[in-house]
């Protein structure tokens, strides 16, 4: 591929019309009503309020984004007991994963022959399991990773989920992420489990109490005396929630959460401002699960468990989905990627990324996006075949499995294929960039299936962290043969299906989008991937969805189960 440096005078003046502004861009997703990037946002402070409030706004006509909520980790959500369900479904599968105790104890993230033989699955390996897990907090964590009191920053509290506190780039966890490591510890191994509480004080620390023992930062043990002068702002376990700032108190049903709200005397004040109130009304709203399926739903969205065409993600999926065939897992698929860009849009850390685009065209934007993202997201590269300093690709850890959000790349320093497209999507959106996505099966060993986005007219292309310009229009990943399997534009998601289309939209919109993407890959031998036995070409599914040959299945929200497979939540 092309370097930055170097460009001939024709490309600079090609980029030299892509030129747009902050304050002027009024890009509108396709096929999303009214979204476009906030007018006059400046300053990353302002791009990330105009994020939430908009989210807030298009809660009500965009289903993907009430879920959005779970799947970004926010604790500023009515249920946040999802959080520990995803925990403790995420725990059950990496449990059941021979290989899975190697991949957990990797030190490099991009180590190929490691995940060679993880990807194999031999069954001499063995599976992870909290008895070899060691929990050390770090108090100071605390303060230098804290966002002031719900009442200063409530939007930008957050809790990572389990799979990501297990191996951060960093090894630092604050009381409140080791209080919530410790409390799945002990339910797995059957210790203590039933009647403890995570409780989470006004500065954001981290304690786990139930009736007989409180442990505070460092998980040690504090008297019961001193337990009335925490001052809590959230109590919760996998049943119960105590939270004031949405209206929950579950007391009345849980007879050792009354007990220990009792003795929790001083409680944390919630000076919200009337705008911030506002938010929160709204927000209680906006994100609340009102049925079963929802809430079920959330909680495989929060679990990083959404790659929903790894078979032992699919098994997880199953007591949701009712069914294998391809339409529903294609729609389970669509939920999970939507929601992980909404999510995505929520992060401070996209906010101040957007800002680094600045006014200037595309050649000048874009490496200075992914000069930040990098500094974020990327670690010191160690493989021999590249020669980048910096990358930012990895999931070693993950075991392939697991799809993170913008503020968990930035714990890890590593991510999927999808996890980096939709971070980088949700970048571009907020800068307001046009851009799309392409999902595409490459049938390789290592990285069979990849994501990748397209910016400038087909100019530029991004992979794994890393935008390049695509020579002659066409990048040395689209020369091969390549066959689709689905693309996107920001917040809509389209799979193909082995009947036709899974989306949120038409056949002739689909139609136009695909005419508008390929027009800028005249030189890929392209297909059409309509299920794992069927590929056509390009041109002849083009012509095949002209002549309306084939069904567009709409995406439900959320999918309805059979009446014979009750949508418990996973325990």
């Known amino acids: 591929m092309r370097s930055w440096q170097g460009h001939s005078h024709q490309e600079n003046k090609r980029a030299r019309t892509l030129k747009r502004s902050l304050a002027a861009a009024a890009f509108i997703c396709a096929g999303v009503s009214g979204s476009a990037s906030p007018a006059g946002a400046v300053t990353a402070d302002s791009l990330h309020w105009a994020a939430w409030d908009s989210s807030l706004a298009w809660g009500d006509t965009i289903p993907a984004v009430r879920f959005a909520y779970y799947a970004s980790r926010t604790l500023v959500v009515p249920q946040p007991e999802v959080y520990l369900c995803a925990d403790t479904l995420f725990s059950t599968v990496v449990e059941n994963l021979p290989g899975s105790a190697a991949a957990y104890g990797a030190k490099n993230a991009r180590d190929l022959k490691m995940f060679q033989r993880l990807a194999h699955r031999e069954p001499k390996k063995t599976s992870f399991t909290w008895r070899q897990w060691t929990i050390v907090p770090d108090s100071v964590f605390d303060s230098d990773n804290s966002v002031g009191s719900v009442g200063q920053s409530w939007r930008d509290r957050r809790l990572p989920s389990a799979s990501v506190l297990l191996q951060t780039y960093s090894p630092r966890l604050s009381t409140l992420e080791a209080s919530v490591l410790r409390y799945l510890q002990m339910r797995r191994l059957g210790r203590r489990a039933e009647g403890m509480y995570v409780v989470i004080g006004g500065r954001g620390e981290g304690y786990l109490v139930d009736d007989t023992v409180c442990l505070s930062a460092g998980l040690k043990q504090i008297p019961q005396s001193d337990l009335s002068l925490v001052a809590p702002i959230l109590v919760f376990n996998e049943k119960s929630v105590f939270y004031p700032l949405f209206g929950r108190d579950d007391r009345g049903g849980d007879a050792a959460l009354a007990r220990l709200v009792g003795r929790l005397q001083a409680r944390a004040p919630l000076n919200l401002s009337p705008s911030d109130s506002t938010r929160i009304t709204r927000l209680r709203q906006a994100a609340d699960l009102t049925d079963a399926p929802s809430r079920q739903l959330a909680v495989l969205i929060a679990s990083g468990l959404v790659d929903v065409d790894n078979p032992q993600i699919r098994a997880a999926w199953m007591g949701y989905l009712g069914s294998e065939d391809s339409i529903t897992v294609a729609c389970a698929a669509i939920t999970a990627s939507d929601a992980l860009f909404w999510a995505d849009r929520l992060s401070p850390l996209t906010a101040e990324l ?62 999927s294929a999808l996890s980096q497209a939709a971070a980088m999507s949700a970048i571009l959106h907020l800068a307001g960039i046009p851009h799309c996505g392409l999902a595409v099966h490459l049938g390789g060993e290592f990285m069979p299936d990849q994501d990748c986005l397209i910016a400038g007219d087909g100019e530029f292309l991004y992979e794994l962290g890393v935008w390049n310009r695509i020579p002659d229009t066409i990048s040395t990943l689209l020369r091969r043969d390549m066959a689709i399997t689905g693309y996107m534009f920001p917040g809509r998601s389209v799979r193909f299906v082995p009947t036709g289309v899974c989306s949120e939209v038409d056949n002739l919109t ?38 309306d040959q084939y069904r567009q299945h709409p995406v439900r929200w959320p999918l309805e189960p059979p009446p014979d497979n009750p949508p418990d939540a996973p325990k």
């Open 510 to 547: 689909v139609l136009a989008d695909l005419t508008r993407i390929f027009r800028w890959m005249p030189h890929a031998n392209l297909a059409i991937m309509l299920g794992p036995k069927k590929v056509i070409p390009y041109a002849q599914f083009m012509q095949d969805l002209s002549d």
């Open 354 to 415: 957007a800002v680094t685009a600045g006014t200037g065209p595309l050649d000048v934007a874009l490496p200075a996006v992914q000069k930040e993202y990098l500094s974020t997201c990327g670690r010191p590269a160690v493989a021999a075949d590249t020669t980048a300093p910096t990358e930012a690709w990895g999931i070693l850890w993950s075991y392939g499995l697991l799809e993170t959000a913008f503020d968990d790349l930035a714990r890890t320093r590593a991510g």
